[in-house]
C-alpha cells in the first residue's frame, strides 16, 4: 500500500487558481502512473491528470492549458495547480497510484486518498 493524503482544496471564485498537493507515506518512484481524479455530486469519478514513472503527463480535456500535474518522487509528493477555474470545476479530488514496477511486472497498487474538496463559485 501506499498511504496518499490530499490537501489543498478550498473555496475559491471563478478565474482563481489553487494547487493540491498529495503526500505519499511510502516512496512512489516505482510507481507507474500517479493521477488526480474527482467526483462532482451526482456524477461518476474522472481522470482529470497523470504522471507516468517515464515522464509522461495527460490530460483530460475539460482541464487542458489550465491544470498542470507535477510529481516529485524524491519528496514523495504529487501536486496539481489548477489556474482560471471554473465553476464545473467543482468536486472532491482525489489523488490516485495505480501499480508498482517491480521485476515481474506492474504489480496492482489502486491506492486512493481520502480526497479534498474544491469550490468554485462566486
Known amino acids: 500500500q501506499v498511504p496518499l493524503v490530499e490537501s489543498g482544496g478550498g473555496l475559491v471564485q471563478p478565474g482563481e487558481s489553487l494547487r493540491l498537493s498529495c503526500e505519499a507515506y511510502?516512496?512512489?518512484?516505482?510507481?507507474?502512473?500517479m493521477a488526480w481524479y474527482r467526483q462532482a455530486p451526482g456524477k461518476q469519478r474522472e481522470l482529470v491528470a497523470s504522471?507516468?514513472?517515464?515522464?509522461?503527463?495527460d490530460y483530460a480535456d475539460s482541464v487542458k492549458g489550465r491544470f498542470t500535474i507535477h510529481r516529485d518522487d524524491a519528496r514523495k509528493m504529487v501536486y496539481q495547480q489548477m489556474n482560471s477555474l471554473k465553476p464545473e470545476d467543482t468536486a472532491v479530488y482525489y489523488c490516485?497510484?495505480?501499480?508498482?514496477?517491480?521485476?515481474?511486472?506492474?504489480?496492482?497498487?489502486?491506492?486512493w486518498g481520502q480526497g479534498t474538496l474544491v469550490t468554485v463559485s462566486s
Open positions: 504522471a507516468t514513472y517515464g515522464g509522461t503527463t
Open positions: 511510502r516512496s512512489i518512484s516505482s510507481i507507474n502512473a
Open positions: 490516485h497510484a495505480d501499480c508498482v514496477w517491480m521485476i515481474e511486472g506492474c504489480n496492482t497498487v489502486d491506492q
